[in-house]
């Protein structure tokens, strides 16, 4: 079973619509938790931070459940431009190194 | 801002090549990452360095070797090249990964026949 597994997708949604992506890890002692966007053959970037009592960004809201061990990012109103492929990453601390695992990612695709 | 520059974009290498990719960073980081992404499996760590002079295997380490030239720059070498090598390979740098920031390169598409 892999640390960190989401749904490959692809979802396919209108303009306007919210979407949401889930997230689970397998480690429960994951200390950090983020969202990460990437392109088309693009490199990856850091979309956002996920913090324990829930955060948002414009139109994005991220969540986590430490008791279930899962990480969802919900994106409002869509854009054509959000269209990307979203990396699920988890921070493990370990012999005070930190190491960032990261899921296979869920590909979004906005349509007119 | 360059950020994080790797050379070169696009290689292809016949089996039992070797090449190496470079890979550069102006952010004054300590730490510098290697990892290669292929389909269905996601980013997958092959070597890092957390600072200047050390240097770490990763998760899929078999088949590479690695060079902190210094603060700046951090290489990758593939020594004898094989077709299951054939991904794309980004470099990365960060400060601190406890904020999860990691900054990429474009990242190198390596094709080994």
């Known amino acids: 079973r892999k640390e960190v597994e989401q749904d490959p997708g692809p979802f396919n949604v209108p303009e306007g619509a919210t979407v949401a992506f889930n997230c689970t890890y397998s480690?429960?002692?994951?200390?950090?938790f983020f969202w990460y966007r990437q392109d088309c053959r693009k490199e990856p970037k850091l979309l956002m931070s996920?913090?324990?009592s829930g955060n948002e960004d414009g139109r994005f809201t991220a969540q986590l459940n430490r008791a279930s061990q899962y990480i969802s990012l919900l994106i409002r109103d869509s854009k054509l431009s959000d269209s990307a492929t979203y990396l699920c990453v988890v921070n493990r601390r370990a012999y005070n190194t930190d190491k960032l695992i990261f899921g296979t990612g869920t590909r979004l695709q906005v349509f007119p | 801002n360059a950020g994080v520059t790797q050379t070169p974009k696009f290689q292809v290498l016949k089996t039992g090549q070797s090449m190496t990719l470079q890979c550069a960073q102006d952010m004054n980081h300590n730490s510098m990452y290697w990892y290669r992404q292929d389909p269905g499996m996601g980013l997958r760590l092959i070597y890092y360095?957390?600072?200047?002079?050390?240097?770490d295997k990763g998760e899929v380490p078999n088949g590479y070797n690695v060079s902190r030239l210094n603060k700046r720059e951090f290489s990758l070498r593939l020594e004898s090249a094989a077709p299951s090598q054939t991904s794309v390979y980004f470099c990365?740098?960060?400060?601190?990964?406890?904020?999860?920031?990691?900054?990429f390169g474009e990242g190198s598409r390596l094709t080994v026949l």
């Open positions: 360095s957390a600072s200047e002079g050390t240097t």
């Open positions: 480690n429960s002692a994951s200390q950090s």
């Open positions: 996920v913090y324990s």
């Open positions: 990365a740098s960060s400060g601190t990964l406890y904020t999860g920031e990691l900054f």
